[in-house]
């Protein structure tokens, strides 16, 4: 069982929607990562929290917009998104963002835009 | 921007057999990651490499980082069945592991 929980574990949306993912760890890790993951491709690094702050965005579309409302939780507001971004939303979790502790990653929310 | 590309990108081999696989970049590595990651699932440490010409052993897996730090490879011995999955190397640059770069994978399947 992983140690990184993501709810929920697949997620239907219209382009018009509004809908959140959410991504909650209990290990006292103070550093949060949200990856996409397309089908048979690897994960591609979206965004990183260091103790609740966001430290790197990797110049993702305004449609996708982290929060970060405590050291547990991380959730990824999604608003009109688009069909190309069907795919494998993963989070994950280290021990602090300034050592070579290794990321703890969730089994993902599954994202289907109709 | 750093690449990290694997090889080969599919394996399909019988239980028992011996395997290896490639991670290179042109770019050198403060620490390298391999994760395992299965259907349905998230990506699942294996290992961290930090020193060059470091190696590794997990049971009949066996890592390595090369002496300038650009390369790794993960040899299985003996393959079994609960081995098959998609193989990811990841570094990191910035000494902080917290950019990973992945790799571009290896999908492995082994056989009855």
């Given at each position: 069982d992983t140690e990184v929980t993501q709810t929920p574990k697949h997620l239907v949306m219209g382009m018009t929607n509004k809908k959140s993912?959410?991504?909650e760890q209990h290990m006292g890790h103070r550093a949060m990562y949200w990856y996409k993951q397309k089908?048979?491709?690897?994960?591609?690094?979206?965004?990183?929290?260091?103790?609740?702050k966001l430290s790197i965005n990797e110049s993702v579309p305004s449609?996708?917009?982290?929060?970060?409302?405590?050291?547990?939780?991380?959730?990824?507001?999604l608003h009109a998104l688009q069909p190309e971004?069907?795919?494998?939303?993963?989070?994950?979790?280290?021990?602090?963002?300034?050592?070579?502790?290794?990321?703890h990653f969730g089994d993902g929310t599954r994202l289907s835009i109709l | 921007t750093q690449l990290l590309e694997q090889s080969p990108q599919f394996l399909s081999i019988q239980e028992g057999e011996?395997?290896?696989?490639?991670?290179?970049?042109?770019?050198v590595?403060?620490?390298?990651?391999?994760?395992?990651?299965?259907?349905?699932?998230?990506?699942?440490?294996?290992?961290?490499?930090?020193?060059?010409?470091?190696v590794k052993k997990l049971k009949r897996l066996t890592f390595q980082f090369g002496d300038a730090r650009k390369d790794s490879s993960l040899h299985i011995?003996?393959?079994?069945?609960?081995?098959?999955?998609?193989?990811?190397?990841?570094?990191?640059?910035?000494?902080?592991?917290?950019?990973?770069?992945?790799?571009?994978?290896?999908?492995?399947q082994v056989t009855l």
């Amino acid at each position: 069982d992983t140690e990184v929980t993501q709810t929920p574990k697949h997620l239907v949306m219209g382009m018009t929607n509004k809908k959140s993912l959410k991504c909650e760890q209990h290990m006292g890790h103070r550093a949060m990562y949200w990856y996409k993951q397309k089908a048979k491709k690897p994960p591609e690094l979206m965004f990183v929290y260091s103790y609740e702050k966001l430290s790197i965005n990797e110049s993702v579309p305004s449609r996708f917009s982290p929060e970060c409302p405590n050291s547990s939780l991380l959730n990824l507001h999604l608003h009109a998104l688009q069909p190309e971004d069907s795919a494998l939303y993963l989070c994950a979790s280290s021990q602090a963002p300034d050592s070579y502790q290794p990321q703890h990653f969730g089994d993902g929310t599954r994202l289907s835009i109709l | 921007t750093q690449l990290l590309e694997q090889s080969p990108q599919f394996l399909s081999i019988q239980e028992g057999e011996n395997l290896t696989v490639y991670c290179n970049s042109s770019s050198v590595f403060s620490s390298l990651q391999w994760y395992r990651q299965e259907p349905g699932e998230g990506p699942v440490l294996l290992v961290t490499v930090v020193t060059g010409g470091e190696v590794k052993k997990l049971k009949r897996l066996t890592f390595q980082f090369g002496d300038a730090r650009k390369d790794s490879s993960l040899h299985i011995t003996a393959a079994q069945p609960g081995d098959t999955g998609l193989y990811l190397c990841a570094g990191d640059n910035t000494g902080t592991a917290s950019k990973l770069t992945f790799g571009t994978g290896t999908r492995l399947q082994v056989t009855l």
